[in-house]
């Protein structure tokens, strides 16, 4: 099932569930990243319990601003929030899942794996100074690969994304002139190329345009069968992405590093490492106005993170470490209603 068709199938969830009284819908909004994963955990909750999800894939940056509106239950983001603004906007964020964003290509005649990146040339090539697939820089990296001698358009977000945060946070880790020149942001002033909004808007546009590059979240390239190109990590090597890669990317990450979880991954060591891995994270209010209905959210994450493996597995995304759902569960007892007492019985 494709993406867009996610939508519609939580929305026909949604009107079903609408017409029980004793079900119960929570909405969130936010991150495209994990809106595949959102959905399918959906359906079988829903199956499970009775109880719904309406989920707008809206991107980051509006699910952060829904949340800060409280118009929503939960909001969803790529890009983790600050410690700093945690505490302002009386938020508490924990991770769901971990993923890889991966470069996505269409040249006629190539498939996966078999055009080769490094951080710095995909760099360059998003900064608008590697302009033809023929450019030498990339020619050296796939020596036996016809490649065009034609203009490359570079994909980008058109929207406040944590994508492209997590894509520009590597770029940063990577290229010093890319650092200084645009830096790391759920939006930057792209120098070259074209916008297309959410994940799925990328994927469209990288489909339509031949010798396009875009940036997408690995399950849209799988689900949309387009060809990925491979990325050279901090050891040199140049890893097939999936769920082994992604794990190697996060293997000896300390969670509690930062406030919120909101740690980064991307450009870790080790020779299966996928260089621009990360997690995708919930906001929720610590001190909620309707404390039964971030009871439901925090059900619904719970049951996610016992009962959700398989389904996230499926769609190559990896699930947390056992160790460190014990730590978002331990978070959540500092969520409280108005009596002062955890929101949810542990």
Do not use: C
């Amino acid at each position: 099932m494709k993406p867009f068709s996610y939508a519609l199938a939580i929305g026909l969830a949604t009107a079903q569930i609408a017409t029980s009284a004793l079900a119960l819908d929570i909405t969130g909004a936010g991150a495209t990243f994990p809106f595949p994963v959102y959905s399918k955990w959906a359906e079988a909750y829903r199956k499970e319990t009775g109880n719904g999800l309406n989920y707008q894939s809206i991107g980051s940056g509006g699910g952060i601003k829904q949340i800060q509106a409280k118009t929503v239950d939960f909001g969803a983001t790529d890009a983790p929030l600050k410690g700093a603004t945690l505490d302002k906007d009386g938020l508490v964020q924990f991770p769901t899942v971990m993923g890889g964003v991966v470069p996505v290509v269409n040249i006629q005649g190539v498939k996966t794996g078999e055009v080769k990146l490094t951080g710095e040339v995909l760099a360059e090539i998003y900064q608008g100074k590697i302009k033809k697939w023929s450019d030498p820089k990339i020619a050296k990296l796939n020596e036996g690969v016809k490649l065009p001698d034609a203009p490359i358009t570079a994909v980008y977000r058109s929207d406040a994304s944590g994508t492209t945060n997590i894509f520009t946070t590597y770029l940063s880790d990577v290229s010093p002139a890319w650092k200084s020149e645009l830096g790391a942001s759920t939006t930057v002033s792209w120098p070259a190329g074209q916008g297309g909004k959410g994940n799925e808007g990328v994927t469209a546009v990288v489909k339509q345009v031949p010798n396009a590059i875009g940036y997408v979240e690995y399950a849209y390239a799988k689900q949309n069968n387009l060809p990925v190109a491979l990325i050279q990590n901090k050891d040199g090597q140049f890893p097939m992405p999936g769920d082994e890669a992604f794990q190697a990317a996060a293997a000896n990450a300390d969670w509690k590093a930062a406030p919120g979880f909101g740690i980064s991954l991307t450009n870790q060591a080790g020779a299966k490492a996928w260089p621009i891995t990360a997690a995708t994270f919930i906001l929720v209010h610590k001190n909620p106005a309707d404390a039964a209905r971030t009871a439901e959210v925090l059900k619904f994450f719970r049951w996610a993170y016992k009962s959700g493996d398989k389904l996230a597995s499926d769609l190559d995304y990896v699930p947390l470490p056992d160790k460190v759902v014990g730590q978002v569960e331990d978070e959540w007892k500092t969520i409280v209603g108005k009596d002062g007492k955890p929101v949810l019985g542990m």
